[in-house]
């Protein structure tokens, strides 16, 4: 009687007419081979907490893939990102069909991406991102090599072309082959969630404008390895003791979970090999991902960690083939790009750079980006230079006050009450060029020859589009010593302006004026939405060893503050 009354539970035909079964997934069901023995005691339903131990295990589902080849962390995260990137691509089909568009986009809904950039693979948009002719992408998909793909785009790049793909970069406001910077941002959203471990890239020449100030939304509670990059760029001289020091001191107030700080240089490959024993040791089975600002040198640093990692670990050395592009121009890389860079597990993740609208390449035109990145050592260039070549006499004994300074076209300071002994020294890229006259003159002088003598904008054109320096900020700057720098204006996405109070190469004296003051007051003139930052100045050259204090700390502190690596 029990077995048959059993059958008839089981059977389909039993059920009332009302019911019906909308979902049969046999894998869903546990199948074993061992017989069990049953029992009816009671007619009443349990709870699940009155299930006796076998049946709970009949009713708890196993997640899919929990066995030694189940997908890592970092493959549910690249495949969420590659459906979510074919889905909005099918999207735009449908509305394409709808509207009866000649056009239709064939993309490969799988996994397939452009190794250079991350882009999804596509055979429609020539001036889109991920662009393959169809002969090609038809042959690498027979022979299962989609993955050797580079697109157009980023075929172009790796020549030298400046091609923006993020709307609100390099001027433009965007259009149908661009993506916005939020999207971008999107692709990272389920980071925070996952159990990584966090290589965070900071540009040591744009230390403020490149930092990520809410990086804590994408790295959530992971730990995070701090790279300075570009540190050849630095004056000659510069200590880098002081540097790191330096590093340390700004990252603690921002209570980040830093396990170290590392300058390095993708291009000599200075403190590269620091970085790649340092997450050999702490990766622990995780997946590692690259993260930083847009330009901020993520596709560098890779190419020259895969380097040093090649000398060891064979799957570095076979990775290093296909690398993702390296360019100028902001929002090379559009996509997570997956690298096999580790024999013992893991993986190795290139992700989009975020784009931070208060940087200068979010205002300046796309063919006068290269102006902003520094190609060789920062040289400073001081204002006034010195009393020996005339300039002290051309400011007269009030020093620079009532003179007004151009960076470019990009900035212009107002110096309103210094020091007669006051100067400036501008660290920034070389071809910028500075220029000083009296403030009253100033906004007829930037009318005149703005892209001509002050560039960027480059060109009568260019500069006739340029909205100007709309943004302006009063700064007031207090100093304790008259013999050490006061403070840095640092410009996001170009550099910073050291004011030193008093200068005694510039041969100007008035003690009178010294003291009766202990502040500086200067005013800063950028575009918008560009972001000035005010920071204790950073020591570099010969000097900044010289005048650089280190600060006491407690014990607690030494516990707890990160060390520094070069």
């Known amino acids: 009687m029990a077995l048959k009354t059993l059958s008839t539970f089981l059977s389909p035909l039993s059920l009332p007419k ?78 394409k069909t709808k509207k009866k568009t000649k056009k239709v986009l064939k993309v490969n809904t799988a996994t397939a991406c452009c190794y250079g950039c991350g882009a999804p693979l596509q055979t429609s948009e020539v001036d889109a991102p991920g662009y393959v002719d169809m002969d090609t992408y038809e042959l690498k998909k027979k022979h299962h090599q989609l993955r050797t793909i580079l697109c157009g785009r980023c075929r172009l790049l790796s020549h030298g072309h400046m091609i923006t793909a993020v709307g609100g970069n390099g001027g433009y406001s965007g259009g149908k082959q661009f993506v916005s910077a939020d999207e971008l941002r999107e692709k990272l959203s389920h980071l925070r969630h996952e159990k990584a471990l966090i290589v965070k890239l900071v540009d040591i020449v744009d230390f403020n404008g490149s930092f990520l100030s809410r ?44 396990l170290s700080v590392h300058l390095t240089s993708s291009k000599s490959l200075v403190g590269i090999a620091g970085v790649a024993s340092e997450i050999q040791k702490e990766k622990k089975g995780r997946d590692v991902y690259i993260l930083g600002s847009a330009n901020v040198g993520k596709s560098a640093f890779i190419s020259a960690l895969l380097k040093m990692m090649a000398q060891r670990d064979p799957a570095a050395a076979a990775a290093q083939k296909y690398k993702p592009i390296q360019s100028a121009v902001p929002g090379t890389t559009l996509g997570p790009i997956q690298i096999d860079a580790f024999l013992g597990g893991g993986k190795l993740y290139d992700t989009p750079g975020v784009h931070l609208h208060h940087r200068q390449a979010a205002v300046v035109h796309s063919e006068d980006l290269p102006i902003l990145a520094p190609q060789s050592r920062l040289r400073g260039q001081s204002f006034p230079v010195s009393s020996k070549n005339g300039m002290a006499g051309k400011f007269n004994s009030n020093g620079l006050n009532g003179f007004s300074i151009f960076w470019g076209g990009l900035v212009r300071i107002d110096v309103l009450k210094v020091l007669p002994e006051t100067c400036l020294t501008f660290y920034g890229p070389k071809k910028l060029p500075i220029h000083a006259v009296p403030t009253h003159e100033a906004d007829e002088f930037y009318k005149k020859e703005l892209g001509v003598l002050l560039t960027p904008p480059t060109g009568k054109d260019r500069a006739g589009e340029w909205r100007g320096l709309e943004t302006v900020q009063q700064l007031q700057i207090n100093f304790e010593d008259a013999e050490r720098p006061a403070s840095d204006v640092a410009i996001s996405g170009l550099g910073w302006i050291t004011i030193e109070p ?51 700390l407690t014990e607690k502190e030494e516990e707890i503050r990160p060390k520094w690596y070069f």
Not at 506 to 523: P, V
């Open 18 to 95: 009302h019911y019906t079964l909308s979902i049969f997934n046999p894998v869903s069901l546990n199948i074993y081979r061992k017989s069990t023995p049953l029992s009816c005691k009671s007619t009443h339903s349990h709870s699940p907490s009155q299930l006796p131990l076998s049946d709970t295990k009949l009713l708890s589902s196993e997640p899919e893939g929990t066995g030694a080849a189940s997908p890592t962390r970092g493959d549910r995260f690249l495949e969420r990102q590659q459906a979510d990137e074919a889905a909005k691509l099918l999207i735009k089909e449908i509305k």
């Open 215 to 258: 990086v804590r939304d994408l790295a959530g509670a992971n730990p995070i390895i701090l790279v300075a990059t570009k540190v050849d760029l630095l004056p000659k001289g510069t200590d880098f003791n002081c540097v790191g020091d330096w590093v340390v001191e700004a990252i603690t107030k921002k209570k980040l979970n830093v």
């Open 502 to 552: 008093r200068r005694e190469s510039l041969g100007i004296s008035e003690s009178n004026f010294a003291e009766r003051t202990k502040e500086l007051h200067i005013a800063v003139h950028v575009p918008k939405p560009v972001e000035i930052f005010v920071r204790p100045s950073i020591p570099v050259g010969k000097a900044g060893a010289e005048w650089y204090q280190y600060r006491e």
